[in-house]
């Protein structure tokens, strides 16, 4: 018996830490850094210019102000082009719009709700006619929050729900860079006043389009010994075809202290291929970060258009200023035809209820054979 408990004890102690192989120090440090920044209103102003050399040379600059909101368990980001053309939608709400003639893209207000169940983002719904859009419509899509969270894809494919996520989230809203994407971590190891993380992650976890049978992703992490600020981060991730790759970096430029804590002020990033067709530097400022006490929910303007996709087909509706339940969306989905009715369950039946009419028969059958005898 006492071998029994040995044995188990011991197989408890190594699944615990194959559960959590970081130090005790530094998972405890990220775990105060993520809990500081609940509860925070973060204001970042972000430049990002686009160098594009192939198939013809390019470049192209856009500047937004970053609005942030965390608490624990939501995130609302909002993007505004800092130099922009104010419209007002047919909803009544004032946004901004800037035309990039670099990529003929479009910087416009839009927002990102990422909650513990859904994420949605919210956007205008914009036609151009000439030099001024012809009609401006507010437009929203819904979809289930992903089973990583804003610790891996969004759900909604946007680019301002990315500023909040996976390695962005990191430097924007103080994001545990351990969970990301799921990650392996092969070696953790202390150099000077500095950590160093080396992990892998599987390519479908980082890029949902990736195959099983594409090359892991890797990932390098560096952090400040004393408080885990991640002042490096860098993914690698080699593509199918031989020496062909991708490559993203994030770095800490200068920092500031709130309350106790040091905070990115300025972040750099730098993307680039294998390929040479193209390099991408971001900048972010930190503006302000101070707390807040409200209690973040999703919010869309009333009478948005909304294509929810939480059933894995889009249905469309009117907001009408909360979230219907499933079944509210299953019974819309069935009147736009997105699903057939439930099948009428067969019934089934038991032999006992033939049980009366075999009996009856069986005495019939009797007093009609003692009436035949006499």
């Given at each position: 018996m006492?071998?029994?408990?040995?044995?188990l004890?011991?197989?408890?102690?190594?699944?615990?830490?194959?559960?959590?192989?970081?130090?005790?120090k530094l998972?405890?440090?990220?775990?105060?850094?993520?809990?500081?920044?609940?509860?925070?209103?973060i204001?970042?102003?972000v430049?990002?210019?686009y160098?594009?050399?192939?198939p013809?040379?390019?470049?192209?600059?856009?500047?937004?102000i970053?609005?942030?909101?965390?608490?624990?368990?939501?995130?609302?980001?909002?993007?505004?082009?800092?130099?922009?053309?104010?419209?007002?939608?047919?909803?009544?709400n004032?946004?901004?719009?800037?035309?990039d003639?670099?990529?003929?893209?479009?910087?416009?207000?839009?927002?990102?709700?990422?909650?513990?169940?859904?994420?949605?983002?919210?956007?205008?719904d914009?036609?151009?006619?000439?030099?001024?859009?012809?009609?401006v419509?507010?437009?929203?899509?819904?979809g289930?929050?992903?089973?990583q969270?804003?610790?891996?894809n969004?759900?909604?494919?946007s680019?301002?729900?990315?500023?909040?996520?996976?390695q962005?989230?990191?430097?924007?809203?103080?994001?545990?860079?351990?969970?990301?994407?799921?990650?392996?971590?092969?070696?953790?190891?202390e150099?000077?006043?500095?950590?160093?993380?080396?992990?892998?992650?599987?390519a479908?976890?980082?890029?949902?389009?990736?195959?099983?049978?594409?090359?892991?992703?890797v990932?390098?992490?560096?952090l400040?010994?004393?408080?885990?600020?991640v002042?490096?981060?860098?993914?690698?991730?080699p593509?199918r075809a031989?020496?062909?790759?991708q490559?993203?970096?994030?770095?800490?430029v200068?920092?500031?202290?709130?309350d106790?804590?040091?905070?990115?002020a300025?972040?750099?990033?730098?993307a680039e291929?294998?390929?040479?067709?193209?390099?991408v530097?971001?900048?972010?400022?930190?503006?302000?970060?101070?707390p807040?006490?409200?209690v973040?929910?999703l919010?869309?303007?009333?009478?948005?258009?909304?294509?929810?996709r939480?059933?894995?087909?889009?249905?469309?509706y009117?907001?009408?200023?909360?979230?219907?339940?499933?079944?509210?969306?299953?019974?819309?989905?069935l009147?736009?035809?997105?699903?057939?009715?439930?099948?009428?369950?067969?019934?089934?039946?038991?032999?006992?209820?033939?049980v009366?009419?075999?009996?009856?028969?069986?005495?019939?059958?009797y007093?009609?054979?003692?009436?035949?005898?006499?």
């Amino acid at each position: 018996m006492r071998t029994i408990v040995v044995v188990l004890s011991t197989w408890l102690v190594l699944l615990g830490a194959w559960a959590n192989p970081l130090p005790k120090k530094l998972a405890h440090a990220l775990q105060q850094r993520e809990h500081f920044y609940y509860n925070r209103h973060i204001v970042f102003i972000v430049e990002t210019q686009y160098d594009i050399f192939k198939p013809r040379r390019n470049q192209a600059q856009s500047r937004y102000i970053l609005e942030i909101f965390r608490s624990k368990g939501a995130i609302m980001a909002t993007q505004r082009p800092l130099q922009g053309t104010k419209y007002r939608t047919e909803l009544g709400n004032d946004i901004y719009v800037e035309l990039d003639k670099g990529t003929n893209g479009i910087i416009m207000t839009s927002s990102c709700y990422l909650g513990e169940e859904v994420g949605a983002l919210v956007e205008p719904d914009m036609e151009f006619q000439s030099q001024s859009p012809a009609k401006v419509g507010m437009g929203a899509v819904i979809g289930r929050n992903a089973t990583q969270g804003p610790y891996g894809n969004p759900q909604v494919p946007s680019f301002v729900c990315q500023e909040v996520c996976n390695q962005r989230g990191v430097f924007t809203v103080g994001l545990d860079v351990s969970k990301l994407y799921g990650a392996q971590w092969e070696r953790i190891e202390e150099r000077g006043n500095r950590w160093i993380m080396i992990g892998r992650i599987n390519a479908p976890d980082y890029d949902s389009a990736a195959t099983e049978n594409e090359p892991d992703v890797v990932i390098r992490v560096e952090l400040s010994k004393s408080d885990a600020l991640v002042l490096e981060l860098e993914i690698f991730r080699p593509l199918r075809a031989a020496n062909n790759w991708q490559r993203g970096r994030f770095r800490t430029v200068r920092t500031h202290e709130v309350d106790g804590f040091n905070v990115p002020a300025e972040i750099e990033y730098r993307a680039e291929s294998s390929g040479g067709g193209y390099v991408v530097r971001s900048h972010y400022k930190l503006v302000s970060i101070k707390p807040f006490k409200n209690v973040l929910s999703l919010e869309i303007p009333l009478g948005t258009r909304v294509e929810d996709r939480r059933l894995g087909r889009p249905v469309s509706y009117r907001w009408q200023g909360r979230l219907p339940t499933e079944e509210e969306l299953k019974q819309l989905a069935l009147h736009q035809g997105y699903l057939l009715p439930a099948e009428s369950p067969q019934r089934r039946y038991s032999l006992w209820l033939f049980v009366p009419a075999v009996v009856f028969f069986a005495v019939a059958g009797y007093l009609y054979w003692r009436q035949r005898r006499k």
